[in-house]
């Protein structure tokens, strides 16, 4: 498996937490927006009337944009991102965060270079995930097959639509008690021990 990814050439990164050590407070956000603790914040707002989503979505961005000011890039991320550069490897994100934050987070941990901002994909450009539609929005705009394409991330949402898409899963996250085999190709703690197998 790791000689595949080492050949794929597109890559699709998730962003919190897989980019930039995990800040947001979610339930917090779910308490400030009046939303149950533990639902799918965007999914549960989708359901509400549309006066009230468009209430609700203002004040998320609001949120979104104060904890995009306090991220910092996670453990190998440097290393990793100018490594797959370096290969000539095309970067992408995904995120459920608008896109306008997204570029401010990879401005604040000082990777932007890397990435074409079209392939900076947030919640208005695709249908949220699990739902495939984003990296298959991304494959479309490189002109890539699946099977050259890795996805990138720490939450199931990020598996789910990997495998969804039919690209190589790779779940990077040093909890070792959120696991979730069936959707994952590769299994990291960091993006530093990534970097390392890709160029070992």
Same mark, same amino acid.
């Given at each position: 498996?790791? =000689? ?25 956000? @779910? $308490? ?21 989503? +468009?209430?609700?979505?203002? @004040? ?25 550069? $370096? ?10 965060? +608008?896109? =306008? ?10 990777? $932007?270079?890397?990435?074409? $901002?079209?392939?900076?994909?947030? @919640? ?20 890539? @097959? ?35 085999? =069936? ?18």
């Amino acid at each position: 498996m790791i =000689e595949s990814i080492r050949k794929a050439g597109y890559w699709v990164f998730d962003l919190d937490g897989t980019l930039t050590h995990p800040v947001h407070d979610f339930e917090q956000i @779910r $308490s400030e927006l009046g939303l149950p603790a533990g639902c799918d914040i965007l999914a549960t707002i989708a359901d509400k009337p549309e006066a009230e989503q +468009k209430e609700l979505n203002h @004040r998320l961005d609001q949120w979104e944009y104060f904890y995009a000011d306090q991220v910092k890039p996670a453990i190998g991320v440097y290393e990793c991102l100018e490594f797959l550069g $370096s290969q000539g490897c095309l970067l992408g994100i995904l995120t459920r965060n +608008k896109r =306008e934050v997204a570029l401010h987070c990879l401005d604040v941990i000082g990777v $932007s270079h890397l990435f074409n $901002s079209a392939a900076v994909l947030g @919640r208005d450009d695709a249908l949220a995930k699990p739902d495939p539609q984003g990296v298959n929005l991304l494959l479309n705009q490189w002109q890539a @097959r699946p099977d050259e394409a890795v996805m990138v991330g720490d939450f199931r949402y990020d598996l789910e639509v990997g495998r969804a898409a039919g690209v190589t899963t790779i779940h990077v996250d040093p909890k070792r008690d959120r696991e979730w085999p =069936e959707l994952t190709d590769l299994r990291v703690g960091t993006l530093a021990e990534l970097y390392k197998l890709l160029r070992a």
